[in-house]
């Protein structure tokens, strides 16, 4: 099997500019990687991506939202994510599971044992095996990003988005699977910690 590699954090931390310094990273060491998003992925999973972060159709019911991320994160599992890891590929994922315990549980208040019990059901035996949290203060992630269109999560309450950071950092807390990176430094900086926590787990003691 491969390597299973994801990248969280609130809006606006960098993560998603991260992943081609990653890829391009493993690539010079001979690895075959997958990079890929979620919710998204898929011809499918990129159409329940449009609905959960640009639909104007009205207010999404909150159990409605944990159901649609986790149907796109099945459909994008089967197609994509699995097989590349049964491939011996590396598999670099901007936000999984960990996401909706963040958003949905922490941000939203949803029953994180229901969330756990769908992980089950959706992906009983795939998990990150490294997950990297870019963390940094919704307030500047925010600033960040204030110049292009904001999706329907980066419109949320900063109240809202320090519940999601907080999930994140308790989760991270709870598992070694976690490297934690101060996504306040530079670009360049956040970028060469990410590259060299992947490097330390995947080829530890190098």
């Known amino acids: 099997m491969g390597w299973f590699i994801t990248l969280e954090g609130v809006e ?14 493993l690539a010079g060491q ?9 919710p998204g992925g898929t011809h499918v999973a990129e159409a329940i991506r449009e609905i959960l972060l640009w639909s104007d159709k009205g207010a999404l019911d909150p159990v409605t939202e944990l159901l649609l991320h986790f149907a ?9 994510i699995e ?3 049964v491939r011996g590929e590396v598999v670099l994922c901007d936000r999984f599971t960990d996401a909706t315990h963040a958003y949905q549980g922490g941000g939203s208040g ?4 229901w969330i756990d019990s769908l992980s089950r059901i959706v992906h009983p035996t795939i998990n990150p095996d ?3 949290l870019f963390d940094l203060v919704p307030e500047e992630g925010l600033k960040r990003i204030a110049s292009h269109k ?11 988005l320090e519940r999601v950071r907080q999930n994140y950092l308790a989760r991270a807390r709870a598992s070694n699977r976690f490297v934690i990176i101060d996504a306040s430094q530079s670009a360049i900086e956040v970028q060469r910690q990410a590259v060299a926590a992947v490097e ?7």
């Not at 606006?12 to 990273?25: M, Q, R, T």
């Not at 796109?72 to 994509?80: A, C, F, G, N």
């Open 110 to 113: 949803l029953s994180q044992a």
């Open 72 to 80: 796109s994160r099945r459909q994008h599992l089967v197609e994509v």
């Open 200 to 206: 330390t787990h995947i080829w530890p003691g190098a």
């Open 150 to 160: 904001a999706d329907r999560y980066e419109r949320e309450s900063l109240a809202f």
């Open 30 to 38: 001979g690895k075959a990687v997958v990079t890929t998003r979620e």
């Open 83 to 85: 097989p590349a890891l």
């Open 12 to 25: 606006g931390v960098g993560k998603s500019s991260c992943i081609p310094h990653i890829a391009n990273f």
């Open 130 to 132: 490294l997950t990297l």
